[in-house]
């Protein structure tokens, strides 16, 4: 696909340098000539100098051949009107970044009258995430197919869990509404079948509906349980985000904030949290206020070193639920030795919410991918398709497919019904079904088998 982004900062060239690696032909344009030139010259791209929000420079860029153009300039005001007048210049698909809380209630609305195809908020995204992690506090990973129906949920399982040392199979999975879909173990990667054995200290991907994982965790001696008391180091957007997520949830909120101007807008906004004046770095003002009895800690200041830092002392003196957020990435080789249990790339997830939508859009034969996630470290992804009466693996039980190895078919949504399939379960047109693989770059559900003629019954 051809696909021109607006904006050369963080954001925008994390996306560019994602949708590039996915073999895209990508055109960046920026106001400003140093970082266009500096993102075109590393990834190798068409770089444009001047305002993607006009008409202009959009066909400079290449607009009359565009398939999808991502606006994601620092002004959300920009990135509407970018979409807008890509529109104009008959691009059918955009996507643009909106930032302000006050725009983002009014996404609906934006997208009836000026046509993105996806409005996407990176604060918000993040804050959605860390909820979810808070929620089953616990969790180390969670990401959800079918629209929330279900999710995956990743643990570690303890020494003294009762399937220590034990097969899959042999494992109560509550009746089949449960399934160990990847095991972690050191530096390798499982696709497990019913003769692999777990061991403590693995971390395991869990696929099913939330209440029943709960359950399944409880069963198996993993704690997971909700994240009632929040500290929220930091009063940003996605502090503000996060506030309201977790407060309709039940919990109790508390934001530390140094910024007069700020702590005061969230006070305002937030009437329901305890809003207060400080130093996040000033571990005797943490003590005071009882971040060591708290259940989550998101460490969500302007820098990383601050967030890093802090995340360190506090690990030291609570068994809270710890996320904390990097926005620069060559930090990673240095965090793999800090042992932090959350880390959150703002602007990689963003990067990773737009790659979905285009593979989604990059559907081939009769399915679509409608979610993709890369699990892992990036070794194992798990995509979800949108099933049509084309597919060539339709109305087959699963047992006689001839299924690709590190390959599972893990779940299928059929209607309201979600279905944990087994041998002689077939996938049916309409179905979302979501495959878990180590196979990269599957773009169609056909793709999950060896041999499409030979996995028929003749």
């Known amino acids: 696909m051809k696909i021109i982004i607006v904006g050369c900062g963080k954001v925008g060239a994390s996306i560019a340098t994602q949708l590039n690696n996915e073999g895209h032909e990508i055109a960046v344009v920026d106001i400003n000539r140093s970082a266009v030139e500096d993102l075109s010259n590393s990834l190798d791209i068409l770089g444009v100098e001047g305002n993607g929000a006009t008409y202009d420079v959009l066909l400079e860029a290449g607009a009359e051949s565009a398939d999808l153009v991502i606006a994601a300039a620092a002004q959300d005001e920009v990135n509407l009107y970018a979409c807008l007048m890509a529109k104009a210049a008959g691009i059918k698909h955009t996507i643009a970044r909106v930032r302000d809380p006050e725009y983002t209630n009014d996404l609906m609305r934006v997208k009836d009258l000026l046509g993105p195809s996806m409005a996407i908020n990176p604060e918000l995204t993040v804050a959605n995430e860390i909820s979810r992690l808070l929620r089953f506090s616990g969790a180390l990973e969670i990401d959800t197919f079918s629209r929330g129906m279900v999710e995956l949920i990743k643990v570690t399982?303890?020494?003294?869990?009762?399937?220590?040392?034990?097969?899959?199979?042999?494992?109560?999975?509550?009746?089949?509404?449960?399934?160990?879909?990847?095991?972690?173990?050191?530096?390798?990667?499982?696709?497990?079948?019913?003769?692999?054995?777990?061991?403590?200290?693995?971390?395991?991907?869990?696929?099913?509906?939330?209440?029943?994982?709960?359950?399944?965790?409880?069963?198996?001696?993993?704690?997971?349980?909700?994240?009632?008391?929040?500290?929220?180091?930091?009063g940003g957007k996605v502090s503000y985000y996060l506030a309201k997520k977790l407060i309709s949830s039940g919990s109790n909120v508390k934001i530390i904030e140094s910024y007069t101007a700020r702590l005061t807008e969230r006070a305002v906004m937030l009437p329901e949290a305890v809003v207060i004046k400080g130093d996040c770095m000033d571990q005797d003002l943490l003590l005071s206020e009882g971040i060591d009895h708290a259940k989550g800690v998101a460490a969500l200041m302007d820098y990383d070193e601050e967030n890093i830092l802090i995340s360190l002392f506090v690990k030291g003196v609570s068994k809270a639920k710890i996320i904390t957020k990097v926005n620069n990435t060559s930090f990673d080789s240095i965090l793999q030795d800090l042992d932090l249990e959350c880390i959150i790339h703002p602007k990689n997830l963003t990067g990773?919410?737009?790659?979905?939508?285009?593979?989604?859009?990059?559907?081939?034969?009769?399915?679509?991918?409608?979610?993709?996630?890369?699990?892992?470290?990036?070794?194992?992804?798990?995509?979800?398709?949108?099933?049509?009466?084309k597919s060539k693996i339709i109305n087959i039980p699963i047992q006689e497919l001839n299924l690709k190895d590190n390959l599972q078919i893990i779940c299928i949504n059929r209607g309201r019904k979600v279905i944990l399939p087994q041998g002689r379960d077939m996938i049916m047109p309409g179905d979302m079904v979501i495959v878990i693989t180590k196979h990269k770059g599957l773009s169609d559900l056909d793709d999950i088998i060896q041999n499409i003629w030979d996995s028929r019954t003749i």
């Open 157 to 234: 399982l303890p020494d003294d869990s009762i399937v220590d040392n034990k097969k899959i199979s042999e494992i109560d999975t509550l009746k089949g509404k449960v399934r160990i879909c990847s095991v972690e173990r050191g530096n390798e990667v499982y696709i497990p079948n019913g003769d692999f054995v777990l061991m403590g200290g693995d971390k395991i991907s869990v696929v099913s509906k939330a209440e029943t994982a709960a359950k399944f965790f409880k069963r198996i001696n993993v704690t997971i349980g909700k994240s009632r008391d929040a500290f929220l180091l930091g």
């Open 352 to 389: 990773e919410y737009i790659v979905r939508y285009v593979r989604a859009m990059q559907n081939s034969l009769g399915s679509n991918v409608e979610t993709l996630y890369r699990l892992n470290d990036d070794r194992v992804e798990a995509l979800e398709f949108r099933v049509s009466e």
